[in-house]
T-cell receptor
């Protein structure tokens, strides 16, 4: 089945730790995105990438990092510099800006 | 920088009623106007979308109305059902390559 897969579904982080969220797609999409969703809030853009080995900061990039070494993969690292990382993280991909964006099922990150 | 303004923030309707959610966009270069539906704990999924060459598109109980001059598009849910209870997002284009979403509308349909 074609789609976009995020893992893990739940993730727990200790204070001061870096954690990496995985996002893989087999839709052959060029563009990939990471969003953060807080309870009752909308989708805030963290990073996006239009092509391999290139990515741009979104609206809330501080405390996060990404890489795009392969077209299919766009992992997100939540660093210790992110002071309030507890949230629901969503990865998305699309072929073009004016077409459908497909989302993964999300990763819920909790700081313990 | 907000590229798309969505309203209302929350909406409660009775079963069988009509739900209406509005979205105002800024970027006139955009030519694809979708609505996404999100259930708790899940990722959003495309519900219905419209291109600006038509003013309305209907799929079952869901209709998009598009007003190019006002730079607005709306989602209408006819005969609303409890299973429609979800959060709905509109989408636009921010800057050169960013996808930006409205803040979402939490719809509750009471039985």
């Amino acid at each position: 089945d074609g789609g976009i897969t995020q893992s893990p579904k739940y993730l727990f982080r200790k204070e001061g730790q870096n954690v990496t969220l995985s996002c893989e797609q087999n839709l052959n999409h060029d563009a990939m995105y990471w969003y953060r969703q807080d309870p009752g809030q909308g989708l805030r853009l963290i990073y996006y990438s239009q092509i391999v080995n290139d990515f741009q900061k979104g609206d809330i990039a501080e405390g996060y990092s990404v890489s795009r070494e392969k077209k299919e993969s766009f992992p997100l690292t939540v660093t210790s510099a992110q002071k309030n990382p507890t949230a629901f993280y969503l990865c998305a991909s699309s072929m073009l800006l004016n077409t459908e964006a497909f989302f993964g099922q999300g990763t819920r990150l909790t700081v313990v | 920088q907000q590229q798309v303004k969505q309203s209302p923030q929350s909406l409660i309707v009775q079963k069988g009623g009509i739900s209406i959610i509005n979205c105002a966009y800024e970027n006139t270069a955009f030519d694809y106007f979708p609505w996404y539906q999100q259930f708790p704990g899940k990722g959003p999924a495309l519900l219905i979308a419209i291109r600006p060459d038509v003013s309305e598109k209907k799929e079952g109980r869901f209709t998009i109305s598009f007003n190019k001059s006002a730079k607005q598009f709306s989602l209408h849910i006819m005969d609303s059902q409890p299973g429609d209870s979800a959060t709905y997002f509109c989408r636009s284009r921010g800057g050169s390559e960013k996808l930006v979403f409205g803040k979402g509308t939490k719809l509750t349909v009471n039985p």
